[in-house]
């Protein structure tokens, strides 16, 4: 039981130095060298970063502005997300410190084309990218309950009493107005056009990782022959289903309510059963971000 432990502790602390090092691969390569600011203390730090002349490090001006953010995830949070927090934003910012000029100098191998002159960089691609890999890198750190600072962690801190709006889009209100400062700061309305695009795949891609993209189906079912639907259901798709008390407003009638959660390759499946039993069913299809249970996923251990 000892060595689980610290295995687990072990692998917590594993993935989220990996999911720094992607975000800081992204962030050297695909952003910084781009003037891409997709928001996020890495694009402040960024803008800061060219304000300065260089002389100021992304990484290290990241880690400074982290610092009263820090308190403040202690003292909402607690020990553990602080500690985990603590530790993945300094990998991120030594991470990317360190490695911010041999970055720089595989970024410009990037512009040489097949006859080996430079072309025009594709920025927007980059920032696609960029985002792309921030969203994959920034999730996994999520993933293991801890954060890299900056708005992610203002996110974090957030999303506790704003429980209706999703980590990825209190990202994506904090972050515009570091892009509205990019722009004034690069005198640029195309850069900031390009961090929005960066900023938007990563929130989308953080949402992915952190909530699931294979969607469920939650099914409602209304029909006068629910006896042989549900009978159907579970002996043809091998699912449970739910029976649950209704009445009509306007019949003023009881009805019962099948409710059933499947995969999204078995719903054409269910609109088959229901319909060769009661073609004037009615049926509400709704999606369902994830499921733990019995057929799906198990329910994450601590």
């Known amino acids: 039981m000892q060595l689980k432990k610290v295995l687990g502790f072990f692998k917590i602390y594993l993935i989220i130095t990996f999911g720094a090092a992607i ?9 910084v060298p781009y003037k891409i600011a997709p928001g996020g203390l890495s694009g402040l730090a960024t803008v800061i970063f060219y304000l300065s002349g260089g002389k100021l490090p992304v990484g290290t001006t990241m880690l400074v502005i982290n610092i009263p953010l820090f308190f403040m995830g202690y003292k909402f949070i607690g020990r553990h997300f602080f500690v985990r927090t603590l530790y993945g934003t300094i990998v991120l910012s030594v991470i990317i410190d360190l490695t911010e000029n041999y970055m720089a100098e595989l970024a410009k191998k990037l512009l040489v084309n097949e006859a080996g002159s430079a072309t025009t960089p594709d920025i927007l691609l980059y920032s696609i990218i960029g985002g792309f890999l921030s969203g994959i890198g920034l999730g996994l750190v999520l993933k293991m309950e801890a954060t890299t600072g900056g708005t992610e962690l203002a996110a974090k801190l957030l999303n506790r009493p704003i429980r209706n709006l999703t980590i990825g889009q209190i990202l994506l209100g904090i972050d515009a107005l570091i892009i509205a400062f990019a722009i004034v700061a690069f005198n640029s309305v195309l850069i900031g056009l390009y961090s929005l695009v960066s900023l938007f795949i990563t929130t989308k891609v953080i949402d992915a ?14 029909s006068e022959r629910q006896e042989e639907i549900s009978r159907r259901i579970m002996r043809e798709m091998d699912r449970g289903v739910t029976e649950l008390k209704g009445r009509g407003v306007y019949s003023g009638k009881d009805k019962n309510v099948l409710l059933c959660v499947l995969s999204r390759s078995e719903i054409p499946h269910l609109k088959e059963i229901v319909h060769s039993l009661d073609i004037n069913a009615f049926m509400l299809l709704a999606d369902v971000r994830e499921v733990l249970g019995e057929g799906f996923n198990g329910v994450p251990k601590k």
């Open 23 to 31: 975000t800081a691969l992204a962030i050297n390569i695909f952003l």
């Open 209 to 222: 990782m952190v909530e699931g993209v294979d969607y469920a189906r939650a099914v409602l079912i209304i």
